[in-house]
C-alpha cells in the first residue's frame, strides 16, 4: 500500500475519500425506477465490490492475498453480515426518502458504534460522549416528524438500520484488531450477493437490469471501492478525532451534489431535515473534539 509521510497529504487523501462517497446518492438518484431493481442492484454491485477487493489486494500482497479468508474468524463473519445488511438496508432507505435524510441517519454511526461497544465490548462512555448520544438522538427524532410522502418514516428507519449494520462491522474490528478488514468487506460483498441471487431467484427475476441501469450499479461499487482504498491510506496519520470531522465530507457532499440545480436532481431537503440535520452536525463535531481514542469506519453506502 502506499506509504505516506506528509500529514498534509493524508488529510487531502482521506477528504479525497469522503467525496467519492459521497457522489453514492447521486448515483443512486440516476437510476431507472430505483425501487423496481434493487436487488438487481444489490446483485451487481456485491460483485463489483468482491472482485475489486480482491483485485486490490492481489496487487497489494500477491498470490497469496487469498490466505487472509483464512483469518477471518468469527468476528470477520460478523462484521461481514452486518456490513452486507447495511448495504441492503442503504438501498430501500434511500429509495423511500430524501438523500437527505438517508445520509444523516449514516452520519449517527459513531453513536451507534459508541452503544454497541459500551453493550459488548464493556468500553465506557463518558458523560460528554452521552449528551453528543442525547444531541443527535433528537436531531433524528426530529426528522422523523416527516412520516409522509417522499420522506417516510420507513425511509428513516432503514436508513438507521443501514446505520446499525455498519456499526456492527466497526464494533468487530474492535473485537478482534487483527481480523483483516478489506477481506471482511469482500465478504459483506459476496454475501449481498448471494443474498440478493436467492431472492431473486425465488421471485423468478432476472438478474440484471437495464443496460443503463447496470453501468450505474457497477459505478456505485466501484466508488466504493476506490473510496475505501484511499481512506485507509490516509487515515495511517490522521488522528482519531480529526478522521471523523474529515468523514463529514460524505454526509455534506452527498447531500449537496442531489441539491444541486445545475445537476440535474434538486432534491432540497426540508425544514425538518435542516433543523434536525444542524443537531446532528453539531453533536459530531463535538463528539470529535472530546474524543481522542475513537476510530469510525464510515462510508461503505
Not at 16 to 29: D, E, K, N, Q, T
Not at 122 to 136: F, G, M, Q, R, T
Not at 192 to 216: E, G, P
Amino acid at each position: 500500500m502506499l506509504n505516506i509521510k506528509d500529514h498534509r497529504f493524508a488529510i487531502t487523501i482521506t477528504l479525497l475519500a469522503g467525496i467519492f462517497w459521497s457522489f453514492g446518492p447521486y448515483v443512486v438518484r440516476h437510476i431507472d425506477q430505483p425501487e423496481t431493481v434493487p436487488w438487481q442492484y444489490l446483485f451487481t454491485r456485491g460483485i463489483v465490490i468482491f472482485a475489486l477487493l480482491n483485485l486490490f489486494l492481489f496487487f497489494e500482497e500477491g498470490k497469496e492475498f487469498y490466505k487472509n479468508y483464512f483469518k477471518i474468524g468469527i468476528a470477520g463473519i460478523i462484521g461481514g453480515l452486518g456490513l452486507g445488511t447495511a448495504m441492503i438496508t442503504f438501498i430501500w432507505s434511500i429509495t423511500s426518502t430524501s438523500a437527505a435524510i438517508t445520509l444523516l441517519c449514516l452520519a449517527a454511526m459513531p453513536f451507534i458504534t459508541a452503544l454497541l461497544g459500551f453493550l459488548f465490548l464493556k468500553e465506557e462512555i463518558s458523560p460528554n460522549v452521552w449528551l453528543a448520544i442525547i444531541i443527535a438522538t433528537v436531531g433524528i427524532f426530529i426528522m422523523a416528524f416527516e412520516t409522509t410522502g417522499k420522506n417516510s418514516l420507513e425511509g428513516l428507519l432503514f436508513g438507521l438500520a443501514s446505520a446499525l449494520g455498519f456499526s456492527i462491522f466497526s464494533v468487530s474490528l474492535r473485537w478482534k484488531k487483527d481480523t483483516p478488514k478489506f477481506t471482511t468487506v469482500a465478504i459483506a460483498g459476496i454475501f449481498c450477493a448471494a443474498f440478493s441471487l436467492v431472492v431473486l431467484l425465488i421471485q423468478d427475476k432476472s438478474l440484471i437490469s437495464s443496460s443503463k441501469n447496470q453501468a450505474l450499479f457497477s459505478i456505485h461499487g466501484t466508488i466504493v471501492c476506490l473510496g475505501l482504498i484511499l481512506y485507509s491510506i490516509g487515515s495511517k496519520l490522521i488522528p482519531a478525532a480529526e478522521l471523523t470531522l474529515l468523514s463529514l465530507t460524505e454526509v455534506i457532499g452527498g447531500i449537496f451534489w442531489v441539491w444541486l440545480p445545475v445537476l440535474g436532481i434538486n432534491e432540497v431537503p426540508t425544514n425538518n431535515t435542516i433543523i434536525g440535520g444542524f443537531l446532528i452536525f453539531m453533536s459530531i463535531i463535538y463528539y470529535s473534539l472530546i474524543i481522542q481514542g475513537n476510530r469510525r469506519f464510515i462510508g461503505l453506502n
